[in-house]
T-cell receptor, first 115, second 116 residues
Framework: DAGVTQSPTHLIKTRGQQVTLRCSPK?????VSWYQQALGQGPQFIFQ???????QRGNFPDRFSGHQFPNYSSELNVNALLLGDSALYLC??????????????FGQGTRLTVV | AQTVTQSQPEMSVQEAETVTLSCTYD???????LFWYKQPPSRQMILVIR??????QNATENRFSVNFQKAAKSFSLKISDSQLGDAAMYFC?????????????FGTGTRLQVTL
């Protein structure tokens, strides 16, 4: 059973560029959440997708956007990259609607470096 | 808004000994979940243990156990018989709501070193 997979694993971009990160959830999961983890910090919630809609959003600017596809996979897009966007981006999947007791499974993340 | 605080940036323990990592949180909700995640150098967050707020009994998973003090809003992790493979960053996390409101709020982490 494949867990949560993210691509690419590493990425280097220039300031002002745009980037797309991809996530495939664990088999059977229908909800994808994205987190940004700056160096030496805990992950910060960016947003969550369920039924192809953004359901909840953290304190991130509109430069951060996303999408969920019918197969539950998701993309995170960041426009007009800033040096401060350099971080590890984590994707987590879970199953909605059964009980509160659904744990989130994380991928290995995408390390984004903006130069 | 909920906050999670980990006041120990780094901890060190000798192999086979016991160590306790601290976590406090702030919330006005009565029903929520608390988690400890481990993040090794491979970067993947791995769930260590979970505690439901409505359960008075402290959760236990093999060598890992928690001390959940709901009134004090404290949630510490005890690792017994520490092993070299336990060395990692440990994050305390809070989750409220159901379904689509299930975002996680993390603390800043504690780096655990395990020495011989």
């Amino acid at each position: 059973d494949a867990g949560v997979t993210q691509s690419p694993t590493h990425l280097i971009k220039t300031r002002g560029q745009q980037v797309t990160l991809r996530c495939s959830p664990k088999s059977g999961h229908d909800t994808v959440s994205w987190y940004q983890q700056a160096l030496g910090q805990g992950p910060q919630f960016i947003f969550q997708y369920y039924e192809e809609e953004e359901r909840q959003r953290g304190n991130f600017p509109d430069r951060f956007s996303g999408h969920q596809f019918p197969n539950y996979s998701s993309e995170l897009n960041v426009n007009a990259l800033l040096l401060g966007d350099s971080a590890l981006y984590l994707c987590a999947s879970s199953l909605v609607g059964i009980t509160m007791n659904t744990e989130a499974f994380f991928g290995q993340g995408t390390r984004l470096t903006v130069v | 808004a909920q906050t999670v605080t980990q006041s120990q940036p780094e901890m060190s323990v000798q192999e086979a000994e016991t160590v306790t990592l601290s976590c406090t949180y702030d919330t006005s909700e009565s029903d929520y979940y608390l988690f400890w995640y481990k993040q090794p150098p491979s970067r993947q967050m791995i769930l260590v243990i979970r505690q439901e707020a409505y359960k008075q009994q402290n959760a236990t998973e093999n060598r890992f156990s928690v001390n959940f003090q709901k009134a004090a809003k404290s949630f510490s992790l005890k690792i017994s018989d520490s092993q070299l493979g336990d060395a990692a960053m440990y994050f305390c996390a809070y989750r409220s709501g159901t379904g689509t409101a299930s975002k996680l709020t993390f603390g800043t982490g504690t780096r655990l070193q395990v020495t011989l």
